[in-house]
């Protein structure tokens, strides 16, 4: 039904740009929105403020160029009107909610689904933590918005490739390994202090460090205790190296991600990827030596200082392998590269953007979120972290104490570049003040309702089986206007890379339905009447279960 509204106003401004009342060029996204309170009408389109700047026109102008061909619908549209500086306000048939509820049903989980991206090849790149140490909170809240995001893009026609870039070269391997070498070695002494002692300044801290010391130990490997002998970190950074990815792999796994491919930054090197990409810049004159260095000139392209490619050591910068590996991604078919990436990484996007337009993309086919830190809370107060080095709170600690559902659901309830705190406390607790639990309650609550429906006879089948004229209630209206919105939502919050519109919903049709269930008997002695309102909390439930299922959280039959 939505889709016939959207229709109907394309259509007019398609006459008004034929008849040359309007230019529309480029044409526009027609998009609806529920009025604030206050406000007599049921749906408002905004369309003709966005049009004004380009048709040199006010916005009422132009919404009453629309309006006045919108006529002729009146089995859908009761009344339309021009409103405020420029609204177009629809005043709908009852028929029309009636026909979303129906739609709604009739498509089931395949209702708020889209084919707008027409199938372009999209890649977003997440998490990709450095397989240095445990996946912490941060890790966990980009993992949450890089899976809800890939879900929704893949949710409106795209198609998208999820993968984890794995930082496997360089210095911070070197110093992992020379950290487990170091802890190895103390084990090896068979003092009581050896495990508590600190490693030297530079190493990591971390009490996993001692734990794959304390296993390479444990397996007693002769090639272990030779290369240690010799103070060799190869064996122990490659060691390492597996151990942590394999823990990194679980953990996401336990969180419901999953990737289409792990890639190796140490492969690029060995593939001689790296020296290729760099040979070709060069030989198109994008790189030039300096002090003994390499720099591309990546100031002729936005950024605010050419960088270091190559160091006057030889050593290759990060900044190369990370221009091979997105050369790799536009080479293998990606249209579009989404990366997320942690706020600390602010200061990287204008060089990133400018290597891309070196490599002959254009500056937006690489976009780049931040996600912003994460405050964990106790109760409303911060968790208070250990003052020996290296000492965090890993997202699998977080996901054993509160769960998936509650971890995935947290982390997007704000904007991915606003700080977040998380209330471990509040996430367990089963009441209304915990958003997840309320949002899945609802879902659990009309589970309950059909079974005790189905006790009492009460059969309900599909509209229009169901005569629903009896849904009058503004209670009711408002229900089937919310479950309208939810493809727009969809489709919006793919569109802005936006995930977290998703349990603002969520919350808002929640508390909807709740509502709803406290002030009406949905079960009544009219059979019609009772067929009619379990209808409409079927219809609620379906899409509650589209958009929970989006999110990568479960939606529980009972609670």
Not at 62 to 68: G, L, M, R, Y
Not at 404 to 420: G, V
Request: hydrophobic content about 40%; some cysteine.
């Amino acid at each position: 039904m939505r889709e016939t509204l959207h229709q109907i106003v394309v259509e007019a401004l398609k006459e008004a740009q034929v008849s040359g009342e309007l230019h529309l060029d480029p044409f526009p996204t027609v998009t609806f929105e529920i009025p604030r309170r206050g406000v007599q009408a049921d749906l408002a389109s905004t369309v003709a403020m966005g049009l004004a700047a380009g048709e040199h026109r006010t916005p009422r102008e132009i919404a009453e160029i629309v309006v006045k061909r919108l006529r002729g619908h009146e089995d859908l549209i009761e009344k339309v009107e021009v409103a405020g500086p420029g609204y177009i306000n629809f005043h709908l048939q009852k028929a029309y909610w009636y026909g979303v509820l129906q739609e709604v049903l009739q498509k089931g989980e395949s209702y708020g689904r889209s084919d707008f991206g027409q199938g372009q090849k999209v890649m977003v790149e997440f998490v990709s933590a450095n397989p240095t140490g445990p996946l912490h909170v941060g890790h966990g809240r980009g993992g949450a918005v890089g899976d809800v995001l890939a879900n929704l893009l893949a949710a409106t026609g795209h198609e998208v490739w999820r993968e984890y870039y794995v930082n496997d070269a360089g210095t911070q391997m070197e110093t992992l390994g020379r950290s487990v070498l170091l802890r190895y070695q103390s084990l090896s002494n068979s003092t009581p202090s050896a495990e508590k002692q600190s490693l030297p300044e530079g190493c990591y801290q971390g009490e996993y460090i001692t734990e794959i010391a304390r296993e390479i130990a444990c397996q007693g490997s002769p090639n272990a205790k030779a290369r240690a002998k010799e103070g060799d970190t190869t064996f122990f950074t490659e060691y390492a190296k597996g151990y942590l990815l394999k823990e990194i792999q679980h953990d996401l796994q336990e969180f419901g991600i999953r990737f289409d491919a792990w890639v190796s930054e140490r492969k690029l090197y060995e593939k001689g990827v790296v020296d290729q990409v760099l040979a070709d810049l060069k030989r198109k004159g994008y790189i030039y030596e300096k002090d003994g260095a390499e720099w591309l000139r990546t100031t002729e392209f936005g950024d605010d200082k050419d960088r270091v490619i190559r160091r006057s050591n030889e050593q290759h910068t990060y900044f190369a392998s990370d221009i091979a590996y997105h050369e790799q991604k536009y080479a293998r078919g990606f249209e579009r590269v989404i990366n997320i990436w942690g706020a600390d990484h602010h200061g990287y996007i204008p060089r990133m953007k400018a290597a891309v337009r070196i490599l002959g993309r254009r500056q937006e086919d690489l976009e780049v979120l931040l996600i912003q830190l994460v405050t964990l809370l106790r109760a409303g107060k911060p968790v208070a972290m250990s003052t020996r080095a290296g000492e965090f709170v890993t997202l699998r600690e977080v996901i054993q104490e509160v769960g998936r559902d509650a971890a995935r659901f947290i982390f997007l309830m704000r904007r991915c570049d606003s700080p977040l705190d998380f209330d471990l406390e509040l996430a367990k607790q089963q009441s209304n003040e915990n958003p997840v639990y309320y949002v899945q309650y609802a879902h659990a609550r009309v589970c309950s309702l059909e079974e005790m429906a189905a006790k009492q006879g009460i059969t309900v089948s599909t509209p229009p089986e169901v005569d629903l004229k009896s849904l009058e209630l503004p209670e009711e209206i408002s229900l089937m206007k919310q479950l309208s919105l939810f493809p727009e939502l969809v489709e919006s919050s793919a569109r802005a890379l936006e995930p977290h519109r998703l349990t603002f919903y969520l919350q808002e049709l929640a508390a909807g339905l709740h509502n709803y269930y406290y002030h009406h008997r949905i079960l009544t002695d009219d059979l019609s009447r009772s067929r009619a309102r379990l209808t409409l909390m079927l219809g609620v439930r379906a899409v509650i279960a589209n958009a929970l299922k989006l999110l990568g959280v479960s939606a529980p039959q009972r609670m």
